[in-house]
C-alpha cells in the first residue's frame, strides 16, 4: 500500500506546519508508505515559503504550486492526476478534517474491499449558523435534483483507491464538482462517520461568492430539472394566461359594464410574466454559459512549480 495525502492549501501559513506535523505522525505510527502532496492554490501568504521548506527537509512532502488562485476543486483535481500512490485521502489544510480517522478509513477499505470511503459529517463544530444552514440545505438540494444520488453532508474528504484515480484522470470537464463526480462513477463506496471540527487557525477560504460558484456547479453539472422547471412555469403562465382571457371575454358578454379599465392587474401580469420570462432566460443562460466554458477547453489549473516529484509536472 502506498498512500498519497492530497492537501489544497491557499492562505494557510497558519495552520500549514501543525497539518504537516499531524499528517506525519498519523502515517507514520501506522508504518505505511506514503508522500504528502500539498497544492498551492495561488497563496498570497508565506504558505509556499513554508511548504518549501518542509519539502527540503521531507522528501515525501511534494509540492505543486499554481500560477494563481484557481479555487478548491481544481486544486483537489491536480492533486489527484499527479498523486503517485494507490490509494489516495483528500483531506483540507485546516484540519477541520481529522487525519486521525486514517487508520479507521484504511481499515474499512481494506474490510469491505472498497473502492471508496467518504467521511459523512455527523456533527460540525465552531461554523457559523449561516454557514451550517446553507451547506444543510445546499446538500439536501443538490440531492433532490441530481441524476445521480449524491450522499449528504459530504465533503471531499475521503480515501479513493488506484481505480477511482484512473477513472478520475480520464474526466474531461474543467469545471469539475468532486464530490459528485467520484459519486456518480460507482463502484464500491462506504461512509465512514466523524465529527467535523473548528478550523485550526486562520479564517476560511470559502467566502460567499465562492461557495455560490461551488453551489453553481454542483447544480448544472449535475441536474437538468431546472430547465424543465423553467419549462413549466412557462407552461403554467400560459394556462393562467388563457384562463383570464377566457374570463375577461365571458365577462364581456355576460357583464359588460363590469369592464373597468383595469390597469392594476394588467400591471401586475407584465410584471409577473416578464419576471417568469427572465428567469427562465437566466437559467437557460447559466447553462450556456457553462457550455461556453466547457467549450473553450482552457486547462482546469496553471503549474508554476513542482518540487519533489519525480518528473517534472507541467
Ligand atoms: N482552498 C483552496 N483554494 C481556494 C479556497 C480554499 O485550495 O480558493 C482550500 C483551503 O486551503 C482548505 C480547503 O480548500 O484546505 C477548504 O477551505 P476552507 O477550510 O477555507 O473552507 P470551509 O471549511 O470554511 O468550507
Ligand atoms: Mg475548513
Redesign the pocket.
Known amino acids: 500500500m502506498y498512500l498519497s495525502v492530497i ?6 501559513e497558519e495552520v500549514i506546519v501543525e497539518t504537516y506535523r499531524r499528517l506525519t505522525q498519523v502515517v507514520q505510527s501506522q508504518g505505511w508508505r506514503y508522500e504528502l502532496v500539498f ?1 498551492n ?1 495561488g497563496s498570497r501568504d508565506k504558505t509556499l515559503t513554508l511548504l518549501k521548506q518542509l519539502a527540503v527537509q521531507d522528501p515525501r512532502v511534494r509540492v505543486l504550486s499554481f500560477s494563481r ?1 484557481f ?2 476543486q481544481p ?1 483537489v483535481s491536480a492533486g489527484i492526476r499527479y498523486c503517485s500512490g494507490n490509494i489516495a485521502i483528500i483531506i ?3 484540519l ?1 478534517d481529522p487525519p486521525e480517522l486514517f487508520p479507521a478509513m484504511v481499515d474499512l477499505y481494506q474490510k469491505e474491499q472498497a473502492n471508496v470511503v467518504y467521511a459523512v459529517r455527523k456533527e460540525r463544530k465552531g461554523e457559523s449558523f449561516f ?1 451550517l444552514w446553507s451547506a444543510r440545505t445546499f446538500y439536501r438540494l443538490i440531492n433532490s435534483l441530481s441524476e445521480v444520488p449524491l450522499p449528504l453532508d459530504t465533503g471531499d474528504f475521503r480515501l479513493i483507491d488506484a481505480k477511482v484515480i484512473r477513472e478520475f484522470k480520464k474526466l474531461q470537464e474543467r469545471n469539475k464538482y468532486i464530490r459528485g463526480l467520484i459519486s456518480w462513477m460507482g463502484f464500491k463506496q462506504v461512509p465512514i462517520e466523524y465529527s467535523r471540527d473548528e ?1 485550526f487557525a486562520g479564517a ?3 467566502p460567499l461568492s ?1 461557495m455560490l460558484k461551488f453551489a453553481q456547479t454542483g447544480l448544472l453539472y449535475f441536474s437538468k430539472k431546472p430547465l424543465t422547471v423553467a419549462l413549466s412555469l412557462g407552461f403554467i403562465s400560459i394556462l393562467v394566461g388563457l384562463g383570464l382571457a377566457i374570463w375577461v371575454f365571458a365577462s364581456s358578454v355576460l357583464r359588460p359594464e363590469s369592464l373597468v379599465p383595469g390597469w392594476a392587474s394588467t400591471v401586475i401580469m407584465v410584471i409577473f410574466f416578464g419576471g417568469i420570462q427572465l428567469l427562465t432566460i437566466g437559467v437557460l443562460g447559466e447553462y450556456i454559459g457553462s457550455i461556453f466554458d466547457e467549450l473553450k477547453k482552457r486547462p482546469e489549473f496553471i503549474v508554476s512549480e513542482s518540487i519533489n516529484f519525480d518528473e517534472n509536472v507541467q
Do not use: L, M, S, W
Not at 7 to 12: D, G, Q, S, T
Open positions: 492537501v489544497p492549501c491557499f492562505n494557510e497544492i492554490d488562485n479555487g478548491h486544486a483540507d489544510a485546516d477541520q454557514k478550523r476560511t477560504k470559502y465562492k
